[in-house]
T-cell receptor, first 114, second 111 residues
Framework: DVKVTQSSRYLVKRTGEKVFLECVQDMDHENMFWYRQDPGLGLRLIYFSYDVKMKEKGDIPEGYSVSREKKERFSLILESASTNQTSMYLC?????????????FGEGSRLTVL | GEDVEQSLFLSVREGDSSVINCTYTDSSSTYLYWYKQEPGAGLQLLTYIFSNMDMKQDQRLTVLLNKKDKHLSLRIADTQTGDSAIYFCAERVGGSYIPTFGRGTSLIVHP
């Protein structure tokens, strides 16, 4: 069974803290994504990676960075968390081919910044 | 640019049909998708349609694509309480790995 695993389902952090959100996929997918989901705003793409060490900014990259040192792992980093980064964060992966292009999502990490 | 629009809420009675609508702007869309998100979970692909198709049926689900009006719909027959979820429409343009998602429609099924 294909799987995208996000290491933390719930996190509570303080303003200014550095936050790491980890995502691992076991499907040997080339593409990995980080989205944030807010009520009424849907999914907004933060960063996308199409290969190891490769990354592209999405629609809302400000305040975030990413790391992809291994194919299966894609990390989202909040260098200095702020209250407006309180949100649900979703990781996803997909094959590198131009076929169906289905995204496989993790269960999400709900981050609260106090 | 790409934009995908869908209404935010839909309420139906158990046993009725649900129709969730979506409009998109990019005429070069290759694939159009419907994802389902159950409470507390990530999104899962429900169904998809290739842009050269008009209709796709899969058990209780029917997807209709009107390319002229750039309109996509998802019909769920005999809607059950387990269908209560957020449904996201998404499009993907040929040559891009990145889909564009709508804001999601919350489907509420009441007895």
């Amino acid at each position: 069974d294909v799987k995208v695993t996000q290491s933390s389902r719930y996190l509570v952090k303080r303003t200014g803290e550095k936050v790491f959100l980890e995502c691992v996929q076991d499907m040997d997918h080339e593409n990995m994504f980080w989205y944030r989901q807010d009520p009424g705003l849907g999914l907004r793409l933060i960063y996308f990676s199409y290969d190891v060490k490769m990354k592209e900014k999405g629609d809302i990259p400000e305040g975030y960075s990413v790391s992809r040192e291994k194919k299966e792992r894609f990390s989202l980093i909040l260098e200095s968390a702020s209250t407006n980064q309180t949100s649900m964060y979703l990781c996803a992966s997909s094959l590198g081919s131009m076929a169906k292009g289905e995204l496989f999502f993790g269960e999400g990490s709900r981050l609260t910044v106090l | 640019g790409e934009d995908v629009e869908q209404s935010l809420f839909l309420s139906v009675r158990e046993g009725d049909s649900s129709v969730i609508n979506c409009t998109y702007t990019d005429s070069s869309s290759t694939y159009l998708y419907w994802y389902k998100q159950e409470p507390g979970a990530g999104l899962q692909l429900l169904t998809y349609i290739f842009s050269n198709m008009d209709m796709k049926q899969d058990q209780r689900l029917t997807v209709l694509l009107n390319k002229k009006d750039k309109h996509l719909s998802l019909r769920i027959a005999d809607t059950q309480t387990g269908d209560s979820a957020i449904y996201f429409c998404a499009e993907r343009v040929g040559g891009s790995y990145i889909p564009t998602f709508g804001r999601g429609t919350s489907l509420i099924v009441h007895p």
